[in-house]
């Protein structure tokens, strides 16, 4: 009988694990005329979900379930409009597995100065290169590229807030630390967004490392910058937590973000937060991606800015994606910026082209251009055709001197 009883309590405690291993996150949104949801997080309750987080922005609830509740269950509820998982990804690394996955160009595309090469690519990529050899003293090649230094008699970025919502960033980095102004952990909101991974802290360096002589300088090197961390050690995250981060900007009042991250399918709910930041004034920023094919969410977004990499020769990388959705084209082949350790590396992938264009945007905003549309307008204006189909330049290569 003693035996027994023990054994009905593992078989208890396997079970409860089953339950919890077999959890599924699900965001729940709710007619937007519930403003008080305390009663949807009792049904929630009721059902047996856990609940999360708030999702205000979006007007939803993060809940986790028993992976035996079905969304037609939670349907149920009253007021609710939307049931979607709540996936994790990673949101840095590219799907594609082997050359023969990934999309060669056209010969037409081949002829119009496209690079290409035999290996992977993921988001971005260290390199072996000295990037000292294209760099004029703390001027990457891609900063000068954009000609960032014909804008910075006129402006540098003064007073605008760009928010960099990615893995977190090292502020505490030489070239950094002056224009730090605050942030946000979205994945844990008791912790700061320090950066555990890397790639944060390089694509900050881009946007806005401070003009001193030594180091590195970014595109708006007055500009303030603001760590969202919605992304782990590992490049993954949920989309709830990208969620959450794009909310935090808007409750911040950032003008821009720089979303150097992307994958290959949307959920109705991260467009609906992409959208109200759009239209409280925030510009979005984002990679195309790298697994030469079509264009990654969120930059496929009409409401974002989607950015194609560029080599020093002013072909398109290998490894950029491409289609209408590109607007610019930018450096992303062997950027040199700031690493997490306080030192400097060279990585390459649309992460690193984007925060070209988000600099650029951060010196629109400061001349002037104060909604996502003004901005893009000043940014087309300023961009120069380089000879490459629209499908993989947008409106081409902005200049920053050009900008107003």
């Known amino acids: 009988m003693k035996k027994l009883g023990i054994l009905s309590a593992v078989c208890f405690l396997l079970a409860s694990f089953v339950t919890l291993s077999n959890a599924t996150q699900k965001i729940i949104s709710f007619d937007y005329s519930i403003t008080n949801k305390q009663n949807g997080e009792k049904d929630i309750q009721s059902i047996e979900g856990k609940i999360v987080r708030e999702l205000k922005i979006i007007n939803a609830i993060v809940a986790e379930f028993p992976d035996y509740v079905k969304d037609a269950t939670i349907y149920k509820i009253s007021g609710v409009t939307n049931v979607e998982e709540d996936t994790y990804l990673n949101w840095l690394k590219s799907e594609a597995k082997s050359f023969a996955d990934i999309n060669i160009p056209s010969m037409k595309e081949m002829m119009t100065g496209i690079e290409i090469a035999n290996e992977e690519v993921p988001v971005s990529i260290p390199s072996n290169k000295n990037p000292k050899e294209e760099q004029n003293g703390e001027i990457p090649w891609g900063i000068a590229r954009v000609k960032a230094e014909s804008a910075w008699n006129t402006t540098q970025g003064e007073g605008v807030k760009v928010a960099i919502v990615d893995t977190g960033a090292t502020f505490s980095h030489p070239d950094l630390a002056a224009n730090y102004a605050g942030g946000y952990n979205a994945i844990n909101p008791e912790l700061a967004p320090t950066d555990d991974h890397g790639h944060g802290t390089h694509v900050a360096g881009t946007i806005a490392a401070i003009k001193d002589g030594k180091g590195v300088v970014g595109v708006a090197p007055k500009a303030s910058l603001y760590g969202v961390k919605v992304l782990d050690g590992a490049g993954g995250g949920s989309y709830s937590s990208i969620i959450a981060g794009i909310e935090w900007c808007v409750d911040n009042g950032i003008n ?134 629209v499908n993989l330049q947008g409106a081409g290569m902005i200049e920053a001197g050009k900008i107003k």
């Open 256 to 389: 821009v973000i720089n979303m150097s991250l992307g994958g290959r399918y949307s959920i109705e709910s991260f467009h609906a937060a992409v959208k109200v930041a759009t239209e409280k004034g925030i510009t979005i920023v984002c990679a195309a991606g790298n697994d030469s094919g079509p264009v990654n969410y969120p930059a496929k977004y009409a409401e974002t800015i989607g950015v194609s990499a560029s080599n020093s020769s002013d072909a398109l990388a290998y490894f950029s994606s491409r289609g209408p959705e590109i607007d610019f084209i930018a450096p992303g082949y062997n950027v040199y910026s700031t690493a997490k350790d306080g030192t400097y590396t060279t990585m390459s992938g649309t992460s690193m082209s984007c925060p070209h264009v988000a600099g650029l945007a951060a010196l629109a905003v400061s001349l002037g251009n104060n909604t996502p549309e003004a901005v893009k307008t000043s940014l087309t204006n300023a961009a120069v055709d380089i000879g490459l189909e």
